[in-house]
């Protein structure tokens, strides 16, 4: 039969030689590791030093961390560049051939605007976009706490109604995947405890402090103080489940109100104005003259204005009821 696969942790010791020990995995399972892709060892290779030279930034590290990219921030900073140096070439390459093609075509002023602007907008969109990549992805993770929240704080009520020990609740509540990023985070506090050896209050101010969610960074700063002014977790995490209910409740019905709010304003905005306005439009280029300026407006208003407006629309709507699943 194969044997249970074990890794080796290392527990830096107090005024002493570090200490070592086995962590026994699940049956079947394989220590994992995150290697850099080629793309990101290229990237290191040729910005390393520009990098480095640099102090590290905290803020894109935090964001890191936050975002549960397994990528060091000067390892992500030299993607960044290389991205950006990438996207330069190309967008440079295309703004010359498509510039060259107006130019060809009698465009002169199209053209020189098109083979100028495209190499600057693509660099910088490309650097700026990557740069706030982590951001975006840490708040993004803090919105599927919060979703996920109140059932993950109904699970753990229950746990401790049943007397299990603070370290197990965690370490049960990190196999729930039906929890999403509740599981993940509680998943870290339980990998700093069995595999880096941290006592379990440390590991839960850790897991508070990388949290993207401030809900659950109250959670479990909550904990800790409970911990160490002696209190009991089982009214305490009662107290939180009934509260993330209620504001869970309070956010659903924000939500439906915006959707009510967004179709009302999608019939007036959509429906009535485009279409109040095309006839004015065509009444005036019958009456007035300027056919074909008036023309050139309408075929504005249908063919771009009105599909993009309802795209928008459909876009607010369709994330309103993602958040509500």
């Known amino acids: 039969m194969p044997s249970t696969p074990t890794v080796t942790a290392v527990r830096p010791g107090a005024g002493g030689p570090s200490q070592t020990r086995s962590v026994r995995l699940k049956r079947g399972q394989q220590p994992t590791h995150t290697g850099l892709t080629a793309f990101q060892r290229w990237a290191w290779r040729m910005f390393r030093r520009r990098v480095l030279a640099k102090a590290p930034d905290p803020v894109l590290e935090e964001n890191l961390i936050k975002a549960h990219m397994r990528v060091r921030a000067d390892e992500y900073l030299a993607t960044v560049y290389a991205t950006t140096l990438i996207a330069g070439i190309g967008c440079a390459v295309a703004g010359i051939a498509v510039g060259v093609l107006f130019v060809l075509s009698g465009n002169l002023i199209f053209g020189l605007l098109i083979g100028i602007a495209l190499p600057v907008i693509g660099p910088v969109g490309a650097f700026f976009g990557m740069l706030s990549t982590p951001g975006s992805k840490a708040k993004e993770r803090g919105r599927k706490i919060d979703h996920k929240i109140s059932a993950a704080m109904s699970f753990v009520s229950a746990m401790s109604s049943a007397d299990v020990n603070i370290d197990e609740i965690f370490k049960e509540l990190g196999r729930q995947k039906i929890y999403g990023e509740v599981a993940e985070e509680a998943a870290w506090i339980t990998r ?12 839960i101010r850790n897991g508070a402090a990388r949290s993207p969610s401030k809900r659950f960074q109250d959670f479990l700063q909550g ?19 009934e509260q993330y209910e209620r504001e869970n409740k309070l956010d659903q019905l924000q ?4 959707m009510g709010l967004l179709a009302e304003t999608f019939v007036t905005v959509v429906v009535a104005f485009p279409l109040f306005l095309v006839i004015i439009i065509a009444i005036f280029a019958i009456i007035g003259g300027g056919g074909s300026f008036m023309i050139d407006i ?16 459909i876009f607010f709507m369709y994330s309103l009821a993602q958040e509500m699943n």
């Open 192 to 203: 700093d405890t069995e595999l880096l050896g941290v006592d379990i209050l440390t590991a």
């Open 223 to 241: 904990v800790v103080t409970t911990a160490t002014s002696g209190g009991q977790f089982k009214p305490y995490f009662l107290l939180k489940a």
């Open 298 to 313: 309408l075929w504005g208003i249908v063919g771009a204005m009105i599909p993009l407006a309802q795209f928008g629309f």
């Open 255 to 258: 939500r439906v109100e915006t």
